[in-house]
T-cell receptor, first 112, second 109 residues
Framework: EPEVTQTPSHQVTQMGQEVILRCVPI?????FYWYRQILGQKVEFLVS????????KSEIFDDQFSVERPDGSNFTLKIRSTKLEDSAMYFC??????????FGNGTRLTVT | RKEVEQDPGPFNVPEGATVAFNCTYS??????FFWYRQDCRKEPKLLMS???SGNEDGRFTAQLNRASQYISLLIRDSKLSDSATYLC??????????FGGGTRLMVKP
């Protein structure tokens, strides 16, 4: 079964540093998403991406965040200057014809 | 009213029991509904979509009540491996999928 893959599985960074989280969505999917989940809390929407542009974003997705699809397969989330409160699991997801999301196994970001 | 609301549980049930979870949602215009399962520190995995007419997949039955704006998940003959958090997911504004906080199920021998 096709999968969404994410790298790295765990990223530790110091406050103020830039991080890039990488995702390879399912190959025939057209819609891409980033969600995050702070430990013990619910899964929260960050951004959706379609046709090489952001289609929706939440209040969490401020100027410190950006997304990019640099080539035909990768989808990245960049956090420019990380804060302690950015520590969370970041999930990439993709969807095709159905709205149902297929998630990658996540990147655990720890900001120290 | 929260966008998607679930009883966090935990629901502690013995193996073989039948257990049901409900979820309420606030956006009456929502068109798509799902149940996801999440194991501890893992990604959410799609369990089933929820259709207006109700649908069944093996031991799992999902129902939608648009008038009262809730969806339900029934699990029959619970297995130890059903222990997880069950996430109610509703299409919100702008076609975004909004997650509930999840209901934790623990099935005991």
């Amino acid at each position: 079964e096709p999968e969404v893959t994410q790298t790295p599985s765990h990223q530790v960074t110091q406050m103020g540093q830039e991080v890039i989280l990488r995702c390879v969505p399912i190959s025939n999917h057209l819609y891409f998403y980033w969600y995050r989940q702070i430990l013990g809390q619910k899964v929260e929407f960050l951004v959706s991406f379609y046709n090489n542009e952001i289609s929706e974003k939440s209040e969490i997705f401020d100027d410190q965040f950006s997304v990019e699809r640099p080539d035909g397969s990768n989808f990245t989330l960049k956090i420019r200057s990380t804060k302690l409160e950015d520590s969370a699991m970041y999930f990439c997801a993709s969807s095709g014809v159905s709205v149902a999301l297929h998630f990658g196994n996540g990147t655990r970001l720890t900001v120290t | 009213r929260k966008e998607v609301e679930q009883d966090p549980g935990p629901f502690n049930v013995p193996e073989g029991a039948t257990v049901a979870f409900n979820c309420t949602y606030s956006n009456s215009a929502s068109q798509s509904f799902f149940w996801y399962r999440q194991d501890c520190r893992k990604e959410p995995k799609l369990l089933m979509s929820v259709y207006s007419s109700g649908n069944e997949d093996g031991r799992f039955t999902a129902q939608l009540n648009r008038a009262s704006q809730y969806i339900s998940l029934l699990i029959r003959d619970s297995k130890l491996s059903d222990s997880a958090t069950y996430l109610c997911v509703v299409e919100g504004a702008g076609n975004m999928l909004t997650f509930g906080g999840g209901t934790r199920l623990m099935v005991k021998p």
